[in-house]
């Protein structure tokens, strides 16, 4: 599975970004998709994660600002960010996780830094 994400940037505290993490090299709809972010001295942490059902989940500190969703007509997922924080900054990855495997695949990042 080839993963890229595109879509991020800069943006004040308060503001919105969708970023979008496009895939090939297998059957879309049959991946668990998520995003994870690695903030400046931290680990990556996992968002939120989309299943092939379209059940979502999210991380408590994204839960009611951040949105995952998926296109599998396009082969692509979102996510949707709003009430950004500085907090927010870091580099935002999108995973894709073949149903009823354990293997990972890792997108390259995509920057999103949040001023304040």
């Known amino acids: 599975v080839q993963l890229q994400a595109f879509g991020g940037g800069l943006v004040q505290a308060g503001g919105s970004l969708r970023l979008s993490c496009a895939a090939s090299?297998?059957?879309?709809?049959?991946?668990?998709m998520g995003w994870y972010r690695q903030a400046p001295g931290k680990e990556r942490e996992s968002l939120a994660t989309?299943?092939?059902?379209?059940?979502?989940d999210y991380a408590d500190s994204v839960k009611g600002r951040f949105t995952i969703s998926r296109d599998n007509a396009k082969n692509t997922a979102y996510l949707q960010m709003n009430d950004l924080k500085p907090e927010d900054t870091g580099v935002y990855y999108c995973t894709a996780r073949p149903y009823g495997t354990q293997k990972t695949y890792w997108g390259q990042g995509t920057q999103v830094t949040v001023s304040s």
């Open positions: 989309i299943s092939v059902f379209g059940n979502t």
């Open positions: 090299g297998s059957i879309f709809s049959r991946n668990i």
